[in-house]
Nanobody, 128 residues
């Protein structure tokens, strides 16, 4: 069982940066493949990126490549989403998610149904 709590959201001007954190409870965080998703009003929840158990494999959706960076600290049971050069279209509620399942591809990493545990989300607002 894993409980996830996101933090770090807020209001930022276009071009600015934010770092989101997702703190996980439990002693099995290092066994979890972690993903980040976002959901804007009136839109479906979409995949942003993901990170493997040891941090050695990363996946990003094309729209955030080069701007967003995912990392994790297994000693702190935390995964991070560093967001730079933010655009108004990045505004959304951001969710972290965890799965104990094996993930070997971008397609699988981006599938919402693959994840067993979700945080409550943190709001990111980007002003133009």
């Amino acid at each position: 069982q894993v409980q996830l709590v996101e933090s770090g959201g807020g209001l930022v001007q276009a071009g600015g940066s934010l770092r989101l954190s997702c703190a996980a409870s439990g002693r099995t965080f290092s066994s979890c493949f972690m993903g980040w998703f976002r959901q804007a009003p009136g839109k479906e929840r979409e995949f942003v990126g993901a990170i493997s158990r040891n941090g050695g494999t990363l996946y990003y959706v094309d729209s955030v490549k080069g701007r967003f960076t995912i990392s994790r600290d297994n000693a702190k049971n935390t995964v991070y989403l560093q967001m730079n050069s933010l655009k108004p279209e990045d505004a959304a509620v951001y969710y972290c998610a965890a799965t104990y399942s094996m993930v070997y591809s971008m397609v699988v990493a981006g599938a919402r149904e693959k994840y067993d545990y979700w945080g409550q989300g943190t709001q990111v607002t980007v002003s133009s």
